[in-house]
């Protein structure tokens, strides 16, 4: 027995109701955000034109903070030997420390030559 068809115009004024609701209140919304925002004084506009140069000394750098570490654990599988060392290129910098992992299906050459490859 077949089902009748019927075209997808089912009533859907029951969504209209949020709709408008959610649009009102983002709008208020919006409106309070963007009044209250402050205009730049003169001062304040002047300064975007006339940057001051930025200067180095090495005293500043005792104030400046140190650089972040990361730490990578880089795996791989059987076959990934090229994909790990071509991830190793990408996201190496000397701070950093790499954890560089082969599973045991990986076979022992590729182990050796991705340990030749970091040597």
């Not at 730049?40 to 972040?68: C, I, M, V």
């Amino acid at each position: 027995m077949k089902r009748a068809h019927f075209p997808y115009s089912a009533d859907r004024s029951w969504l209209l109701l949020p709709v408008l609701i959610i649009s009102i209140i983002s709008l208020t919304f919006l409106l309070t955000l963007t009044s209250t925002q402050t205009k730049p004084t003169s001062s304040e506009s002047d300064f975007s034109f006339h940057r001051p140069k930025f200067t180095f000394s090495e005293r500043d750098s005792d104030n400046l903070p140190k650089l972040p570490r990361f730490t990578y654990l880089i795996s791989g599988t059987k076959g990934d030997g090229p994909h790990v060392k071509r991830l190793l290129q990408a996201v190496y910098h000397p701070r950093n420390y790499y954890l560089l992992h082969l599973d045991l299906e990986a076979s022992d050459s590729k182990r050796l030559d991705l340990a030749r490859y970091l040597i």
